[in-house]
């Protein structure tokens, strides 16, 4: 592993790119960093894949976003930030989970994309 700091946050964290078995391989790859930016720690990825997310569904629309979603249905570890957050000791399933759910449970989540 690799010290590396967050591009964002300027937090240290551990990089196993070079090996290639880094924990941001299990993120989904919705988007790369640009090239003035390095890496970022686990929680400021899976706040910018989110706001990818939001941006991508709003320009594409939910349809084509699923089928990019469809690989990631039987995932079955469920990532800190980008599946799920914890807000007053609960957690709360980010629009990416619900999108890889493939249709709306009617529970009134709170990112609810349907």
């Not at 941001?24 to 720690?41: A, G, N, R, V, Y």
């Not at 449970?105 to 709170?110: E, F, I, P, S």
């Amino acid at each position: 592993m690799t010290a590396k700091y967050c591009s964002e946050c300027n937090q240290s964290f551990g990089c196993g790119a070079g090996t290639g078995n880094c924990w941001c391989m299990s993120f989904p790859p919705i988007m790369s960093p640009k090239l003035e930016q390095d890496c970022f720690c686990p929680s400021c990825l899976g706040s910018a894949i989110n706001n990818k997310i939001d941006a991508l569904v709003m320009e594409s629309g939910m349809e084509s976003f699923q089928k990019l979603a469809e690989p990631y249905r039987a995932q079955p570890k469920l990532i800190n930030n980008v599946d799920f957050t914890i807000e007053d000791e609960l957690y709360v399933f980010s629009k990416w989970y619900l999108i890889k759910q493939g249709n709306c449970c009617k529970n009134g989540c709170k990112n609810c994309p349907y």
